[in-house]
């Protein structure tokens, strides 16, 4: 995993969204990072030096001249220690003083011995108006330009003035996917990578369709995989309960419903694509019509009390990928089995020109729909294989990555 084994160091301002941070600190922690915190007076205003303490496990460095510090000099330390920084919530005043390289407390010290030697994320949360402000904007985006940083953008919604705006610090599960972005090797920079997710929905009529149980998790686990090792990410996504967190905007997104929906948008970007990684679970059949209003429980034309619905196969995306697949080009699919399971995947990976193909069977406990964990067999056309054992739909997605796309061959 991205943070495990990590030295992160959180600065907080004194922002009302401290009160969020013991959450984020205990997120990285439980994610295997290790965490220090240095912090504004005025941040300690909104949340407890003891509360941050306790969920670090660390002192807080919050006043340059304490006697407690560990270190002489902690702004040094610190930024020697960490393998990143982030600074959440940055306020404007911060901001700004950042920009203007004034270093006049614990964090603002600590951010000025860090940001030209380890990556830095910056988290602006503000009020709406303060966002706005030219100064805030020019400082923003002098900092923006700097090699070590990168802005998280705030996001709108409900402010704590009362009103709506833009200036709400990003929720901290999309502050810990950017320290993930930020610790992990840029391994697929430049690349251009499709990647489809979630279930199809085939309509009988408006509100009744022919679906399966696909939440869309394997499919996110792939698309921050790639969006963290710096490829640029078109997701095409069908039905999906399963959060997607995109903090720096690297995955782009195209809703397509129904299986003739997801062929036509995948169809559309695969001549721009250096690889495809197929994990949607698309329905292999629809309704031949769909009826344009509501079917009445009369309007069904029974035959001994039985209702029968004409259904049509629709159009192989997978197939038709591989048909018009270029030599500098990868695509893998994925094969849900349930008997016959390694036959029917090579099977399939020859019938469709894939390069490799992801098997996983529902037999497996803890594989398969709506859960975080997934246990898979990569086979690859050139005849090698990796046979994971159950791991986290995060893990599985690094190592379907690394075989099948980065050509990297099994540990």
């Not at 600065?11 to 009160?19: E, K, L, M, N």
């Amino acid at each position: 995993m991205a943070l495990e084994g990590k030295h992160i160091l959180v600065g907080i301002s004194g922002g009302i969204a401290a009160y969020k941070i013991p959450e984020l600190i205990r997120g990285l922690v439980k994610a295997g990072a290790e965490v220090r915190v240095a912090t504004t007076r005025h941040a300690l205003e909104f949340v407890t030096e003891l509360t941050l303490q306790t969920v670090s496990g660390h002192p807080v460095y919050s006043d340059v001249f304490a006697a407690i510090n560990a270190h002489a000099t902690e702004h040094i330390s610190l930024p020697e220690w960490c393998d990143a920084m982030i600074v959440a919530p940055a306020t404007a005043n911060v901001v700004a003083k950042m920009a203007a390289g004034i270093a006049d407390d614990a964090l603002t010290t600590t951010i000025c011995s860090c940001v030209a030697r380890k990556p830095i994320l910056i988290a602006p949360a503000m009020n709406d108006k303060m966002w706005e402000n030219p100064a805030t904007q020019h400082a923003v985006e002098t900092i923006r330009n700097w090699q070590n940083v990168r802005v998280i953008e705030p996001a709108e919604g409900p402010l704590a003035c009362g009103t709506n705006g833009k200036g709400r610090m990003p929720e901290v599960e999309e502050l810990q996917e950017a320290l993930a972005y930020a610790l992990t090797p840029q391994t697929l920079a430049g690349q251009r990578i499709l990647i489809t997710a979630g279930g199809t929905q085939e309509p009988i009529d408006p509100v009744r369709f022919i679906s399966n149980y696909s939440t869309g998790k394997m499919g996110v686990a792939l698309a921050q995989a790639c969006a963290r090792r710096g490829a640029d990410v078109t997701m095409v996504c069908g039905a999906m309960s399963a959060t997607l967190r995109n903090p720096f905007g690297a995955i782009h997104r195209i809703d397509a419903l129904s299986a003739q929906d997801m062929y036509e948008a995948c169809i559309a970007q695969w001549p721009r694509m250096n690889s495809a990684i197929l994990c949607a679970a698309v329905a292999d059949f629809t309704p031949c019509e769909k009826a344009e209003n509501k079917i009445k429980k009369g309007d069904w034309s029974l035959v001994n009390g039985e209702w029968s619905l004409s259904l049509k196969e629709t159009a192989d995306i997978a197939k038709a990928l591989g048909q018009s697949k270029r030599p500098d080009q990868k695509l893998i699919g994925f094969a849900l089995e349930t008997q016959h399971e390694k036959e029917n995947a090579l099977h399939k990976m020859e019938r469709k020109n894939l390069d490799a193909i992801v098997l996983n069977s529902l037999r497996d406990k803890g594989a398969g729909f709506g859960v975080d964990t997934n246990r898979v067999t990569v086979l690859r056309a050139d005849g090698n294989s990796l046979e994971l054992p159950l791991l986290s739909k995060e893990e599985v997605a690094n190592q379907i990555i690394r075989y099948s796309i980065l050509l990297e061959e099994a540990e």
